[in-house]
């Protein structure tokens, strides 16, 4: 199980990586669901088979495939290839990549003062919807409502003159 | 069982953040943004379950819930403006909606 949680890490780092090295926008997609499948692997090791089973489907199968049909929608060929290649020089990548490296450093020095083994358990979905229905049925209403919001502000903004 | 160190599951949240952040600041495709701040938010999520890990607790859990219905809300509303600013300008570089510089 430990070992599971280093190799899925490992990969969801590289996968990541190469994420925002693509130049083509359909390979950077597929590695970010090789990435988000590779989360959903940590959750389910972490001891939360209901994230990791919400990760894979929500996350790697519904958002992602709803970029897939606006990359279908946008039709962007080798033109953009080029493009993409031109804007990816060192230069732009050298003071952004520092300034996160910056902030990745600070995150590390806070977190390596934490010392604390977890051993996972499981908490299944009996005690998560146990709580969702019952002390957090209002975060529920206000979800719905931010999902609705969203569905006619997207229809609004797609929507042919 | 074996045991895993929490600082481990947070120091990978913070990389995956931080590479969702340079993806942010480096890319000129609009789509690529996007995708990068779903990085950061999926980050965020981890980030969420680590520390339910830690306590045992289903509210870490609750929260990648909010967390995932947010990156669903706001998926759809970026994927319409993008579609929205493709139809108006052709192209998917950020630069070009730089008209409200004084």
């Known amino acids: ?161 | 069982m074996e045991s895993i160190p929490v600082e481990h599951g947070l120091i990978l949240a913070a990389i995956l953040f931080s590479i969702g952040l340079i993806g942010v600041l480096t890319r000129r495709n609009i789509v690529f943004v996007l995708m990068s701040l779903e990085i950061m938010l999926n980050a965020g999520g981890l980030a969420f379950i680590v520390g339910a890990a830690r306590w045992g607790h289903a509210e870490g859990q609750i929260m990648f819930l909010m967390i995932i219905t947010l990156a669903a809300a706001e998926v759809a509303v970026g994927l319409g403006l993008i579609i929205q600013m493709f139809r108006r300008y052709k192209t998917v570089d950020i630069n070009v909606l730089s008209e409200m510089k004084g």
């Open chain 1, 1 to 161: 199980m430990i070992a599971l949680f280093y190799i899925a890490g490992a990969i969801a780092v590289i996968a990541t990586v190469a994420v925002i090295l693509q130049t083509n926008i359909v390979h950077g997609l597929l590695y970010l669901i090789l990435s988000l499948l590779a989360v959903a692997v940590i959750f389910y090791v972490l001891g939360a088979p209901f994230a990791a089973v919400l990760e894979a489907i929500v996350y790697a199968g519904a958002i992602m495939v709803l970029f897939l049909f606006v990359i279908m929608m946008l039709n962007l060929g080798q033109h953009t290839r080029d493009q993409e290649r031109d804007w990816l020089s060192p230069r732009g990548w050298i003071a952004p990549s520092i300034m996160a490296a910056i902030l990745l450093g600070q995150l590390l020095t806070v977190l390596s003062s934490i010392d604390y083994d977890l051993v996972p358990e499981q908490v299944g979905v009996m005690e998560v919807s146990a709580l969702l229905f019952g002390p957090y049925v209002l975060a529920v209403e206000l979800a719905s409502i931010l999902l609705l919001a969203g569905l006619v502000a997207a229809y609004h903004l797609a929507k042919t003159k």
